[in-house]
């Protein structure tokens, strides 16, 4: 999927996430804080391709998700020990994200 997009989409849902370079340098996974739940969800991504062609700026275009984690105090929590309302709205922002990649695939873009 493109990266704008996706940063454009989870922003938009209250994630946190700077676009990634070509150099693919930081770790800087889109992470939503749940305060109230005293969680965080941590989504991992991928470049597409290691030939990934880049914006004007050396951002990649193409990223690919790879996992959903959720922690609390930096220690990984189970998906079945999150609180069922959290685990559905957060896999529900990454529906919003896998659902605007399959549009622009089925456009060709």
Not at 9 to 29: M, P, T, V
Not at 72 to 81: M, Q, R
């Amino acid at each position: 999927m493109r990266q704008h997009q996706l940063a454009a989409i989870l922003k938009g849902r209250g994630w946190r996430y700077e676009l990634r370079s070509a150099a693919w340098d930081s770790d800087d996974s889109p992470t939503l804080e749940l305060p109230a739940w005293g969680l965080t969800a941590t989504l991992t991504l991928a470049q597409s391709r290691e030939d990934e062609p880049a914006s004007e700026r050396s951002i990649v275009l193409g990223v690919t998700c790879e996992e959903l984690v959720f922690s609390s105090a930096g220690t990984g929590v189970p998906p079945a020990d999150v609180p069922l309302v959290v685990f559905s709205e957060v896999v529900r922002d990454v529906a919003l994200v896998a659902a605007a990649a399959a549009e622009d695939d089925a456009s060709g873009e």
